[in-house]
């Protein structure tokens, strides 16, 4: 059980933000953090894994206490058992990609578990390859088996999969949740992405200016509450009918702009309302 109550001021381009959260998370849950951009995502994930010190609260994991503000206690982050996997690959350029997972090992760790992680990350032919001669989505597969091989107390996923092309991306889903199945890890995913938390979590957690708002199953969150139809994308253009064309995922929407100031390559969320559904099968 991860049991943690965090303060933090966050100096924020709109101004000062209290960051004022707690949460209680079952032992071997997905859990996604979700919200707006500047909300406190990553703040979260760093003050856990002890990169950031919260000004008030306390961390406990498994029955350890890993940070307590009236205690004075604070233990480091070496000392906290988190797997972290951020948008870029933060490996050693210099070694090759069994080299990058043998270095995460802990010293009573037996060498063998290294195969197994090849195994589980599709790596197994690529062992060899040296870092700089993998693809981005190839990088973060490495990075994912670095951040688990110490079997860490909380696996923390920060937008691990947003750099990454969609095809790579389906991929690497199926492989953290085929991880989560085989180890149990407790996870925390920060994401902006519907399909990654409904296929991936047991958990929501909706982060709106330092709050958490509401804690609910992914489905009841992105099909009865507020995020129900909302879509997220990027500008690439403006046609000369006031249309804006977004890319969702990799596709191109046109949306009337009704007179805001857009530009190209500004992210926006499309709200949609009175959808006329149709499904047809397309195989398993
Ligand atoms: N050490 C710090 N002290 C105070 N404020 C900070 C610190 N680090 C980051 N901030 C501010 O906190 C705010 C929230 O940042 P954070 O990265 O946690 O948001 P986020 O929800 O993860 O955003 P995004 O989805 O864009 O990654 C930002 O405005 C940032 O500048």
């Known amino acids: ?89 933060a490996l050693f350029p210099n070694m090759n990609v069994r080299e990058n997972i043998l270095f995460a090992l802990g010293k009573n760790e037996s060498p063998a578990i290294v195969d197994e992680l090849l195994d589980v990350t599709g790596l197994t032919n690529l062992a060899a390859r040296k870092i700089q001669t993998l693809s981005g989505g190839q990088q973060q597969r490495v990075a994912l088996a670095r951040a688990i091989a110490n079997k860490p107390a909380i696996l923390l996923l920060d937008e691990p999969l947003s750099a990454i092309d969609n095809e790579m991306r389906v991929y690497l889903q199926d492989t953290l949740k085929e991880i989560h199945q085989r180890y149990a890890l407790t996870t925390i995913l920060v ?16 982060l709106d200016q330092g709050r958490f708002q509401q804690q609910t199953t992914p489905a009841r969150f992105f099909q009865n509450g507020q995020e129900a139809a909302k879509i997220a994308g990027n500008i690439v253009s403006i046609d000369e009918n006031g249309n804006a064309v977004v890319l969702i995922e990799n596709r191109l929407v046109s949306v009337p702009v009704a007179g805001q100031q857009l530009s190209i390559n500004d992210k926006v969320e499309i709200t949609c309302s009175n959808i006329k559904a149709d499904l047809s099968k397309q195989g398993k």
């Open 1 to 89: 059980m991860i049991n943690f109550s965090l303060q933090k001021q966050l100096h924020t381009a709109a101004g000062e933000m209290q960051l004022q959260v707690s949460a209680q998370i079952e032992r071997g849950k997905f859990v996604s953090l979700y919200g707006a951009s500047g909300t406190g995502k990553t703040s979260i994930l760093r003050m856990l894994a002890g990169f950031m010190k919260p000004d008030d609260g306390f961390i406990n994991v498994n029955d350890t206490v890993w940070y307590h503000a009236s205690g004075k206690r604070n233990i480091e982050p070496q000392q906290r058992r988190i797997g972290f996997v951020f948008q870029d690959y």
């Open 191 to 206: 994401s902006h992405n519907a399909n990654e938390i409904i296929k991936l979590s047991d958990l929501v957690i909706h």
